[in-house]
């Protein structure tokens, strides 16, 4: 039988209950505290290779002093814990093992307050490296919990401290976290950025999941950094030179040239050159825009240059 829509007091109850169980997973209480302190560390680690051992020892050291430890996302599970209380309850969690210790981050403790975060985000952050801080640690059990939140308030911090990491033009490294048609989710020195195809490629991109995937790194320029607000703006195509540059020369006007389609628009069809050029393309009058689909290589006619678009224009002339 189909699942009965919630009410919209059921909606937020369940709210309220998803976000106080990642408080008490995030943020643990003095009891928790007393209960890490009062484990015998010596005979729970006895049987422990080197490799599990340094593991925990990691563990250990990001729960006492909130260091922040990395890892690849390889899942998203349903967590269910009560921690001993008798409601149980349960939220979706990324689950990073460095070795062979399973790390749970809450999905409420994966962002920043200030991020909206998109509906294929979480689900698609498989493969994506991320800094977390260990909050606790069911060592008896297993398991520990993180906050990737926490680590991204401490790379905050040392950003903006730092000048020559944010100055305009700066070079730097973003990460990849999660990736839908039209646009990426990365994460540059804790700020998670929504970025579209049009700030991550000079080319046109049908899809943006072909080319881009959770876990790449990609190089980028610091356009602009508002200390006060720690907003962050960065460009991806901008730091490799523009195709269209010396394009003029490379495609003479009335040359032909073979091409990929790769998107449409309003009765355009993008169409990308072997050297990263994207040229915008009528058809000829003897073809439909059903007689092309993205994919198909054509042969073009270059017709004009606006520079200060810096954009090409043809003609498709055929399939090739």
């Given at each position: 039988?189909?699942?009965?829509?919630?009410?919209?007091?059921?909606?937020?109850?369940?709210?309220?209950?998803?976000?106080?169980?990642?408080?008490?997973?995030?943020?643990?209480?003095?009891?928790?505290?007393?209960?890490?302190?009062?484990?015998?560390?010596?005979?729970?680690?006895?049987d422990l290779t080197e490799e599990e051992r340094d593991e925990w020892n990691a563990i250990y050291a990001s729960y006492r002093?909130?260091?922040?430890?990395?890892?690849?996302?390889?899942?998203?599970?349903?967590?269910?814990?009560?921690?001993?209380?008798?409601?149980?309850?349960?939220?979706?969690?990324?689950?990073?093992?460095?070795?062979?210790?399973?790390?749970?981050?809450?999905?409420?403790?994966?962002?920043?307050?200030?991020?909206?975060?998109?509906?294929?985000?979480?689900?698609?952050?498989?493969?994506?490296?991320?800094?977390?801080?260990?909050?606790?640690?069911?060592?008896?059990?297993?398991?520990?919990?993180?906050?990737?939140?926490?680590?991204?308030?401490?790379?905050?911090?040392?950003?903006?401290?730092?000048?020559?990491?944010?100055?305009?033009?700066?070079?730097?490294?973003?990460?990849?976290?999660?990736?839908?048609?039209?646009?990426?989710?990365?994460?540059?020195?804790?700020?998670?950025?929504?970025?579209?195809?049009?700030?991550?490629?000079?080319?046109?991109?049908?899809?943006?999941?072909?080319?881009?995937?959770?876990?790449?790194?990609?190089?980028?320029?610091?356009?602009?950094?508002?200390?006060?607000?720690?907003?962050?703006?960065?460009?991806?195509?901008?730091?490799?030179?523009?195709?269209?540059?010396?394009?003029?020369?490379?495609?003479?006007?009335?040359?032909?040239?073979?091409?990929?389609?790769?998107?449409?628009?309003?009765?355009?069809?993008?169409?990308?050159?072997?050297?990263?050029?994207?040229?915008?393309?009528?058809?000829?009058?003897?073809?439909?825009?059903?007689?092309?689909?993205?994919?198909?290589?054509?042969?073009?006619?270059?017709?004009?240059?606006?520079?200060?678009?810096?954009?090409?224009?043809?003609?498709?002339?055929?399939?090739?």
């Amino acid at each position: 039988m189909p699942r009965k829509k919630a009410t919209p007091e059921e909606s937020e109850q369940l709210i309220l209950e998803e976000n106080e169980l990642a408080a008490r997973m995030s943020n643990p209480t003095g009891d928790a505290l007393r209960q890490f302190f009062s484990l015998d560390f010596r005979e729970l680690d006895r049987d422990l290779t080197e490799e599990e051992r340094d593991e925990w020892n990691a563990i250990y050291a990001s729960y006492r002093g909130r260091s922040a430890l990395s890892g690849i996302i390889i899942g998203v599970d349903h967590f269910v814990n009560n921690y001993g209380n008798d409601n149980v309850q349960d939220m979706y969690c990324a689950t990073v093992i460095p070795y062979r210790v399973r790390i749970i981050i809450p999905a409420t403790e994966m962002w920043m307050d200030d991020f909206i975060v998109p509906d294929f985000a979480f689900r698609g952050m498989v493969g994506a490296k991320i800094e977390f801080v260990i909050t606790r640690v069911e060592r008896e059990a297993g398991f520990a919990v993180g906050s990737r939140r926490e680590a991204m308030r401490s790379r905050r911090y040392y950003f903006s401290r730092h000048q020559e990491l944010w100055t305009e033009g700066a070079r730097t490294k973003c990460q990849v976290l999660s990736v839908g048609p039209r646009r990426c989710i990365v994460e540059c020195h804790g700020h998670d950025l929504n970025v579209t195809q049009r700030e991550l490629s000079y080319a046109a991109i049908a899809d943006l999941r072909t080319v881009f995937h959770p876990g790449t790194e990609l190089s980028c320029i610091v356009k602009s950094y508002d200390a006060e607000k720690g907003k962050l703006n960065i460009s991806v195509k901008e730091a490799k030179p523009n195709p269209y540059d010396g394009a003029s020369t490379r495609h003479p006007t009335g040359s032909r040239r073979q091409a990929v389609i790769s998107g449409k628009y309003a009765g355009g069809v993008f169409c990308n050159l072997p050297d990263g050029t994207v040229c915008m393309c009528n058809y000829s009058y003897q073809y439909e825009d059903s007689d092309f689909k993205i994919g198909d290589i054509v042969i073009l006619r270059i017709q004009r240059f606006d520079d200060e678009k810096k954009q090409m224009y043809g003609k498709i002339l055929s399939k090739w």
